[in-house]
């Protein structure tokens, strides 16, 4: 080929390789881009159940002395949990926490249960009045659980390691994210026990046909663990869980007809609970049960839903219909309730070894085809603060009657600080008409549940 010809030809190559050139960048920063959008964002710290806007907005409103708060502030620093004197009651010297239902097999677990809700006391106490005692406490808990805990034990092991891993995330979040002072070494030792001791224990099939209170409290505090630990995979599973089990612990008549949902790894009934219709839409698969457990799963929902939430989930919305059905229900089968704890009798099952609620009460005017028309077991739980907060303040959901159950009953009569509540702690500190701008840009209406308790226990 002549030189001219050639060069005519690699002339005319040139401008097709410049293209080629350019299409391969451009594939490059696709692939890139692609990549990059599939990176979960960071996870929010400290957010679990609060966040840093959340906290500086409670301190505020307790240094100026806005009811709720300073109330539920002075009662949380009375209690036993909020003392500087508290001492660690746990685990048992072998460090194995044994839990079955026979009360007197309680070998550490009412222990652990109270050690966390302290953490998280002190943490809380910590960050509210800069008091580096309370940090120094809430981080000798944590550190001597990292040290001694070994193991879990007892038919309801599941469920007391997921009550404790609903509070401790919480206490570690706090602690770690406040210049508390907390030893990397001794942080890295406090999560490594919430995978080893904990996790394994609240994820997979343990809470199988067990009570809807069990899965949704593991739930929660596998949420907990995600945030803690940075876990973007046990985060993305946790959520779904969460979407799968809420439908089948609070029914809906207008979205589930005259069935309620049931999980092939859910329990087989209702506790007594047959008729499904109009009448009793919002009845939880616990309620006939007795309340104190049918408001821990509550508790657990919403304590999920908010750890999402300050994670940038939204959980709440999807949910609002099934949701805040339940919470007007059950707030008018909670209205005038003073009973605040199961009293024990004995059971005619299991040789007598367990202890039902008692007592048990006729089923009040208004509530036709409730546990077949035949009795329910009232006890009032100091909690439904965060879900009201939740819709009722950030949404602007109108729950009549859920405010009117946190004015008259919750705040006046429930016991935030009793041991017996394990995933029902503090609300009204924490969720008592909080709607900051930094989280939620919504103000509250001038009309906001704002209203001074007549007393704390």
Same mark, same amino acid.
């Given at each position: 080929?002549?030189?001219?010809?050639?060069?005519?030809?690699?002339?005319?190559? @040139?401008?097709?390789?410049?293209?080629? %050139?350019?299409?391969?960048?451009? #594939? %490059?920063?696709?692939?890139?881009?692609?990549?990059?959008?599939?990176?979960?964002?960071?996870?929010?710290?400290?957010?679990?159940?609060?966040?840093?806007?959340? $906290? !500086? =907005?409670?301190?505020?409103?307790?240094?100026?002395?806005?009811?709720? +708060?300073?109330?539920?502030?002075?009662?949380?620093?009375?209690?036993?949990?909020?003392?500087?004197?508290?001492?660690?009651?746990?685990?048992?010297?072998?460090?194995?926490?044994?839990?079955?239902?026979?009360? !007197?097999?309680?070998?550490?677990?009412?222990?652990?249960?109270?050690?966390?809700?302290?953490?998280?006391?002190?943490?809380?106490?910590?960050?509210?009045?800069?008091?580096? @005692?309370?940090?120094?406490?809430?981080?000798?808990?944590?550190?001597?659980?990292?040290?001694?805990?070994?193991?879990?034990?007892?038919?309801?092991?599941?469920?007391?390691?997921?009550?404790?891993?609903? !509070?401790?995330?919480?206490?570690?979040?706090?602690? @770690? =994210?406040?210049?508390?002072?907390?030893?990397?070494?001794?942080?890295a030792a406090f999560t490594s026990m919430l995978r080893r001791q904990y996790l394994p224990l609240i994820t997979g099939d343990h809470g199988a046909g067990k009570n809807g209170d069990w899965t949704l409290?593991?739930?929660?505090?596998?949420?907990?663990?995600?945030?803690?630990?940075?876990?973007?995979?046990?985060?993305? /599973?946790?959520?779904?869980?969460?979407?799968?089990?809420?439908?089948?612990?609070? =029914?809906? +008549? /207008?979205?589930?007809?005259?069935?309620?949902?049931?999980?092939?790894?859910?329990?087989?009934?209702?506790?007594?609970?047959?008729?499904?219709?109009?009448?009793?839409?919002?009845?939880?698969?616990?309620?006939?049960?007795? $309340?104190?457990?049918?408001?821990?799963?509550?508790?657990?929902? +919403?304590? #999920?839903?908010?750890?999402?939430?300050?994670?940038?989930?939204? $959980?709440?919305?999807?949910?609002?219909?099934?949701?805040?059905?339940?919470?007007?229900?059950?707030?008018?089968?909670?209205?005038?309730?003073?009973?605040?704890?199961?009293?024990?009798?004995?059971?005619?099952?299991?040789?007598?070894?367990?202890?039902?609620?008692?007592?048990?009460? /006729?089923?009040?005017?208004?509530?036709?085809?409730?546990?077949?028309?035949?009795? =329910?077991?009232?006890?009032?739980?100091?909690?439904?603060? @965060?879900?009201?907060? %939740?819709?009722?303040?950030?949404?602007?959901?109108? $729950?009549?009657?859920?405010?009117?159950?946190?004015?008259?009953?919750?705040?006046?009569? /429930?016991?935030?600080?009793?041991?017996?509540?394990?995933?029902?702690?503090?609300?009204?500190?924490?969720?008592?008409?909080?709607?900051?701008?930094?989280?939620?840009?919504?103000?509250?209406?001038?009309?906001?549940?704002?209203?001074?308790?007549?007393?704390?226990?």
């Open positions: 080929m002549p030189t001219s010809a050639l060069r005519s030809t690699r002339l005319a190559r @040139r401008p097709m390789q410049a293209v080629l %050139a350019a299409l391969a960048v451009l #594939a %490059a920063c696709l692939c890139q881009a692609t990549a990059l959008a599939q990176i979960p964002p960071p996870f929010v710290h400290p957010g679990v159940l609060v966040d840093l806007p959340h $906290l !500086k =907005y409670i301190r505020t409103q307790i240094e100026i002395g806005t009811e709720p +708060f300073a109330s539920a502030f002075a009662a949380a620093q009375k209690s036993r949990w909020g003392a500087l004197s508290y001492a660690v009651q746990g685990p048992p010297a072998n460090g194995m926490i044994v839990c079955d239902e026979d009360p !007197k097999a309680d070998l550490g677990c009412t222990q652990e249960d109270s050690d966390a809700s302290a953490a998280y006391t002190q943490a809380l106490l910590w960050t509210l009045t800069d008091d580096i @005692r309370y940090a120094q406490k809430a981080i000798q808990i944590m550190n001597h659980y990292a040290r001694t805990l070994r193991a879990h034990g007892g038919e309801n092991a599941p469920l007391q390691a997921a009550w404790a891993a609903e !509070k401790w995330p919480a206490a570690a979040e706090i602690i @770690r =994210y406040s210049d508390a002072g907390w030893d990397d070494q001794d942080f409290s593991m739930i929660d505090g596998a949420l907990g663990i995600a945030v803690v630990t940075d876990d973007h995979d046990l985060f993305d /599973a946790t959520l779904a869980r969460w979407n799968r089990w809420v439908p089948a612990y609070f =029914y809906n +008549f /207008a979205l589930d007809g005259t069935q309620p949902v049931m999980l092939p790894e859910g329990p087989a009934d209702w506790n007594g609970q047959t008729h499904f219709g109009a009448q009793t839409s919002g009845v939880t698969q616990e309620t006939c049960r007795d $309340l104190q457990h049918a408001q821990l799963g509550l508790a657990a929902t +919403f304590n #999920a839903a908010e750890t999402a939430y300050m994670q940038g989930v939204d $959980l709440y919305t999807p949910m609002t219909l099934r949701l805040t059905t339940s919470l007007e229900y059950m707030s008018r089968l909670l209205a005038g309730v003073r009973q605040t704890s199961l009293k024990p009798v004995p059971s005619q099952s299991k040789v007598a070894k367990t202890a039902e609620p008692n007592p048990q009460s /006729a089923i009040p005017a208004g509530f036709p085809g409730l546990c077949d028309t035949r009795f =329910y077991r009232p006890v009032l739980q100091a909690t439904m603060e @965060r879900a009201y907060n %939740a819709y009722g303040i950030r949404q602007h959901v109108a $729950l009549p009657d859920t405010r009117q159950h946190l004015q008259n009953d919750v705040r006046p009569y /429930a016991l935030p600080n009793d041991n017996d509540r394990h995933n029902v702690i503090w609300e009204t500190l924490t969720h008592g008409t909080l709607s900051p701008a930094e989280n939620s840009g919504i103000v509250p209406p001038a009309d906001a549940l704002t209203a001074t308790p007549p007393h704390l226990p």
